[in-house]
């Protein structure tokens, strides 16, 4: 695709419930990272996946978020027994190369909320 | 404690004049710190990307500069237009890693009146 692709688009779950995000990278983009955005802030990293490994998971809040990329593409973000203060934009991002110095593509986010 | 601030929420500006957005970080030896620009409900679009051993860098009417010592960024928008507005994010690399971990400042919100 032309782009990061993030579904669905909007989630609104009750409390308790299990959820998953899913993000579609940029054909051939081997780093996927998956990051948090809180009304009026800026995002806040989650996981970042270097082909098939979670190769750095340290800003996954908690045991109830987990995420996968079994094939190096997909990525799917997990969260088990969500709670309210899950609600936020959840943003995939991936690059061509690792470094700092490596642009990230942007999905446009899926906005959780957590009734 | 490791902290990245942005200038004010909310900057505005007329519509012709120059836009100055400000980042500050402390306790971070960033290698690289990028600028970001995010329209509502969509996900941040890169814009620029500075190096510690550069001190200025431009794209178009972009201008960023990035001053080590002040730990501080600066991103200009020169001859703004109202098609400009939209909140603009720095980010920098965590220097503790290799792969482009990045850490984001809260944003600037810019309105450009015409």
């Known amino acids: 695709g032309a782009g990061v692709s993030q579904t669905p688009s909007n989630k609104v779950t009750e409390k308790g419930k299990y959820v998953e995000l899913r993000c579609d990278p940029i054909?051939?983009?081997?780093?996927l990272y998956w990051y948090r955005q809180s009304l009026g802030q800026g995002p806040e990293f989650l996981i970042y996946?270097?082909?098939?490994?979670?190769?750095?998971d340290s800003g996954l809040p908690n045991d109830r978020f987990f995420a996968v990329r079994p094939e190096g593409s997909v990525s799917t973000l997990k969260i088990q027994r969500t709670e309210r203060g899950d609600s936020a934009v959840y943003l995939c991002?991936?690059?061509?190369?690792?470094?700092?110095?490596?642009?990230?593509?942007f999905g446009q986010g899926t906005r959780l909320t957590v009734v | 404690s490791q902290k990245i601030e942005q200038n004010s929420e909310a900057l505005n500006i007329q519509e012709g004049k120059t836009a100055t957005l400000t980042c500050n970080y402390t306790n971070y030896s960033p290698a690289y710190l990028q600028w970001y620009r995010q329209d509502p409900g969509r996900g941040p679009v890169f814009l620029l990307l500075?190096?510690?051993?550069?001190k200025e860098k431009r794209k178009e009417r972009l201008k960023v500069t990035f001053d080590t010592t002040l730990k501080q960024s600066l991103f200009h928008i020169t001859a703004s237009q109202p098609a400009d507005s939209a909140t603009y994010l720095c980010?920098?690399?965590?220097?503790?890693?290799?792969?482009?971990?990045?850490?984001f400042g809260q944003g600037t919100i810019l309105t450009v009146h015409p």
């Open positions: 991002a991936s690059s061509l190369g690792v470094g700092g110095d490596t642009e990230a593509f």
């Open positions: 996946f270097q082909g098939t490994g979670a190769a750095d």
């Open positions: 054909s051939g983009h081997t780093a």
């Open positions: 980010a920098l690399d965590d220097s503790g890693t290799s792969y482009g971990k990045l850490t």
């Open positions: 500075i190096r510690e051993n550069e």
